[in-house]
């Protein structure tokens, strides 16, 4: 199993807008650049992140991007879902009929639960918890 980069990217510039103070919007070339991630892509992460309802925009000369909600209310698990869609191992699981072997399916067990686990450790560590675990070290 492998997260993709535009997860990665996506919860790097997460932490980062998290880590802002103030209320001003952070500009999308500033987060691209602190982060090192391409600004293009990362356009089109911010616009999977907006949609979301996890960030806001402000267009303008002092436009920019900041969090929708607090750190403390988006968790890990919010930001991967906004980028890449539901948390989800195997394709059986979110859809039953998507197999045909899925009723009685041994191994489609194992995944469901790794899949739950997975899902319940991604929920609990929220941005806030990673902006203060980035500041002690």
Sequence with gaps: ????????????AMVYLAGQTGEAPVPLPEIASSEAIPTAFLERIF????????????????????????????????????????????????????????????????WRRLDEVITEALTAITLSDLTMEAATR
Excluded: F, H, N, W
């Design 47 to 110: 616009a999977r992140l907006r949609d979301g309802g996890l960030v806001r925009a402000t267009r303008g000369v002092s436009g920019g991007y900041r969090l929708a909600k607090g750190p403390a209310e988006i968790s890990v698990a919010d930001v991967i879902e906004a980028v890449e869609g539901p948390l989800c191992l195997v394709g059986c699981l979110p859809d039953g009929g998507a197999c045909a072997r899925s009723i009685g399916c041994a191994s489609r067990q194992v």
């Design 1 to 12: 199993m492998r997260i993709s980069s535009r997860c990665e990217y996506g919860l790097r």
